[in-house]
């Protein structure tokens, strides 16, 4: 067997660092992928193997070191795919998919392997009122929740049974076979399909978890929602999810705040508003009318000639800022109503008050004025 310079075929120098080469390597595999080279397979399958072999010894700082000593990598054992499988997808980024597609099903059977993982998280909707969101509050609601299966313990076999070390595996949750294959042979690994991974047999199942070793119950959650929450605000319950498998983390629960809307308030961010109607004559005199707040009522002073669509301001009866002191204020506009019946002795007053503000008597006449407005539309309409 010919001396291989692995520096050659990376085409990099002997200082390189394991950037540097893993760099070359990447360019060079994509390179010469043999699928990318279909009118020159064969060539680029031999490149291709160099490329890895290569990179198999120098992306090793103790192989690296070994054949820099020795200026050789024969003796060293052959090459292990596993071992350099193994650095994992992280390792290389999008890089695996190279891998995904030149070893085909084998790439996917590892990941396959019974290792632990994260439970799902939860979502839970949450409808809350108006003022709860405003000021916050402490509630409780009820989750779906696992446990462990107080009939078989977790296990999933039935009690008095006992679960059995997988024939198959002999308890690795992993079947190796060696495979013949144009870069020489490899091991193959795959998961174990009798136990699925899990390197046992549960010969009878419990019947109250159906094997799973989890039974589905419901917990009581306290929840404690912060003053000043929207609708769309998420509160995160962490370790309250689905439970993990093969001892991996439990998901979290995720509360999703919906506000129902307020009969009387609107709110804009930290501000809200509201509407309230006094009588023209308060509008004119001015005086002090009673406003709804989120804590009830207050009273604000209206001076007088107020226009109707004036709005005044209450600094402070907003909503708070979450997580902060801050607060929004109130905004409150006035309508001002105008009547719709007079009584005889009420027209003639405001006749008298008309005269007196100097309009001519001719034109407001024995109809009011505001009938004399609404008829003046009328026509114009007809
Ligand atoms: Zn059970
Ligand atoms: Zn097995």
């Known amino acids: 067997m010919p001396k291989k310079d692995y520096y050659e075929i990376l085409g990099i120098n002997k200082d390189a660092s394991t950037e540097e080469i893993k760099s070359a390597y990447r360019k060079l595999a994509l390179k010469y992928h043999p699928d990318r080279n279909p009118s020159n397979k064969e060539e680029a399958e031999k490149k291709f193997k160099e490329i890895n072999e290569a990179y198999e010894v120098l992306s090793d700082p103790e192989k690296r070191s070994r054949y820099d000593q020795f200026g050789s990598a024969e003796g060293m054992g052959g090459f292990d795919f596993r071992d350099f499988q193994g ?19 084998r790439t996917r059977r590892r990941e396959e392997r019974a290792r632990p993982q994260k439970g799902a998280d939860l979502r839970y909707d949450l409808e809350i009122s108006f003022e709860d969101a405003a000021f916050g509050k402490e509630t409780e609601i009820e989750v779906p929740h696992w446990e462990t299966c107080p009939v078989c313990q ?16 002999h308890g690795s949750g992993e079947v190796r076979t060696t495979q013949s294959s144009i870069f020489g042979q490899f091991v193959n690994v795959q998961t174990c399909r009798r136990c699925h991974g899990e390197g046992k047999i549960i010969t009878e199942v419990c019947s109250n978890c159906r094997g799973t070793g989890k039974v589905r119950t419901r917990k009581v959650v306290k929840v404690k929602i912060p003053a000043g929450v929207d609708s769309g605000y998420r509160l995160r319950v962490a370790g309250m999810g689905e439970p993990g498998e093969r001892g991996g983390p439990t998901g979290d629960l995720y509360i999703v705040i919906s506000v129902k809307p307020h009969k009387l308030f609107k709110r804009e961010g930290i501000n809200i508003r509201c509407n309230t109607t006094i009588s023209f004559v308060k509008a004119a005199l001015g005086g002090e009318i009673t406003v709804p707040t989120l804590e009830g009522n207050v009273k604000l002073k209206i001076p007088a000639g107020t ?3 004036t709005v005044f301001r209450l600094k402070g009866k907003g909503i708070y800022k979450i997580g902060t ?27 008298d008050f008309a005269k007196l503000s100097g309009e001519d008597p001719d034109t407001i006449g024995e109809k009011g004025v505001f009938d004399k407005i609404k008829d003046a539309f009328n026509q114009n309409e007809g």
């Open 87 to 105: 650095r994992g997808p992280s390792d290389f980024g999008d890089f695996s998919d190279i891998f995904d597609s030149f070893f085909g099903t």
């Open 154 to 169: 977790g296990s999933g076999a039935k009690p008095g049974s006992t679960p059995q070390t997988c024939p198959d595996c």
């Open 307 to 309: 226009q109707p669509n």
């Open 325 to 351: 002191k801050q607060r929004g204020d109130q905004y409150v506009k006035i309508n001002v109503e105008i009547p719709k019946k007079l009584s005889s002795e009420q027209k003639k007053l405001l006749l």
